[in-house]
């Protein structure tokens, strides 16, 4: 027996669902009604996920996919300590389907994805005739998001760099993706994602 799964993140690549569900075919796209997508996460990284907002919407790819599917996805999303699993309805060309979307708990902080992980959602958006501006306004709401967060410094790669453990709060993140942080030292070097290592505070 395969049921659908709904792809938004990167999963939506063909080459990356070869590798992850063997048995996966895709069988079209569509949107998701209602929600809009943003990026949250934790240490290990920023990641798609989606959340309700009345009046937006969200595209997807949709596949099929098998019982081991579904398990190797289970182990991959982190389920369900980092993402729950929802049936939710997709409005595809000839007509509405329902399959399996991973979500990730709300309760996670925004943040800034790894650029190649923004890179190759913007390629499937290119490449499935997405409306781009969905992912741009994702990036921009997420990134507001993280303004006033409370950051602890792990590691930075600059000689000049405050001590691992230093506290800071973030105050924007600018167009290159660097995350500006007003540390409780007075220094005011930002953070690289991808490179330097730090922890949100609650």
């Known amino acids: 027996m395969k ?9 939506m690549d ?22 809009e997508l943003l990026f949250k996460g934790s240490l290990t ?8 907002k009345e009046q937006s919407r969200v595209p997807v790819t949709v596949w099929k996919i098998s019982k081991a ?21 997709v409005q595809m060309k000839d007509g509405k389907i329902t399959g399996l979307v991973y979500i990730m708990h709300e309760d996670r902080h925004c943040g800034m994805p790894f650029p190649w992980y923004y890179e190759q959602m913007d390629r499937d958006y290119r490449k499935f005739g997405f409306d781009r501006t969905i992912l741009k306004k994702a990036l921009e709401v997420s990134k507001a998001g ?14 000049q760099a405050p001590a691992p453990g230093t506290e800071g709060t973030v105050q924007y993140i600018d167009d290159m993706g660097t995350i500006h942080v007003a540390w409780d030292t007075g ?16």
């Open 45 to 52: 990284g920023c990641y798609a996920t989606i959340e309700p």
């Open 146 to 159: 993280m303004a006033g967060m409370r950051v602890k410094l792990l590691s930075m790669e600059d000689p």
């Open 3 to 11: 049921k659908y799964y709904i792809a938004y993140g990167s999963n």
């Open 69 to 89: 599917d579904e398990k190797r996805l289970d182990r991959y999303e982190g389920f369900p300590t980092f993402y729950y699993k929802k049936d939710i309805e």
């Open 187 to 202: 220094c005011s070097l930002g953070l690289v994602p991808g490179v330097d290592e730090w922890k949100i505070l609650k």
């Open 14 to 35: 063909e080459r990356q669902m070869a590798v992850r569900c063997r048995d996966a075919v895709l069988t079209g796209t569509g949107f998701i009604q209602g929600y």
